[in-house]
């Protein structure tokens, strides 16, 4: 049931699975069937919220890796491959499209003159800063029907069960 009391789809599955196989505990489905149904709504919302900055979901994930970091917002190549869990054919293609469009450059390692450093440009910088403010309350508005308190035991219940 949902917190108002009326079913929802989810809950008419269930029922109706317990009707057809009383002999298997189907109780799982009542959570990860949400659990999918959000996934859902999270992927629209944040397609949603990238294309209002102008980028790809793939953009995202780099341009946003480089400014995690950090003034000054540059990572190798490799760092952004174990950041975004792509193959480095992947990110070479994925760092020449992004060069194309002025959001990241290359330059060389002060440190280790073989390393190359893929860098955010002030543009990039500006368009991921937009991204995330798009995502962030695209996000909120998904998460406004839990109080503060609600919100923070699903993230906590959320770690555990993604936790190793």
Do not use: C
Not at 10 to 32: G, K, M, N, Q, Y
Not at 66 to 88: H, N
Not at 106 to 130: C, E, F, K, N, Y
Request: no cysteine.
């Amino acid at each position: 049931m949902t917190s108002a009391g009326t079913p929802d789809e989810v809950d008419r599955i269930v029922a109706a699975w317990r009707r057809e196989r009383s002999d298997l505990d189907v109780s799982p489905l009542e959570v990860f069937s949400r659990v999918s149904r959000l996934s859902r709504f999270l992927d629209l919302a944040r397609k949603s919220a990238f294309a209002t900055a102008g980028l790809e979901g793939w953009e995202f994930d780099v341009l946003s890796a480089l400014r995690r970091s950090g003034d000054p917002y540059q990572l190798t190549a490799g760092a952004l491959v174990r950041q975004t869990l792509v193959s480095s054919g992947t990110m070479t293609n994925r760092i020449d499209r992004l060069l194309k469009r002025g959001l990241v450059a290359r330059s060389a390692s002060a440190q280790d003159r073989r390393a190359v450093l893929i860098d955010l440009t002030p543009a990039g910088h500006d368009l991921i800063d937009a991204a995330m403010d798009a995502l962030v309350l695209r996000e909120q508005e998904l998460l406004s029907k839990l109080s503060s308190e609600d919100q923070a035991q699903l993230a906590s219940l959320l770690r555990t069960l993604v936790s190793p």
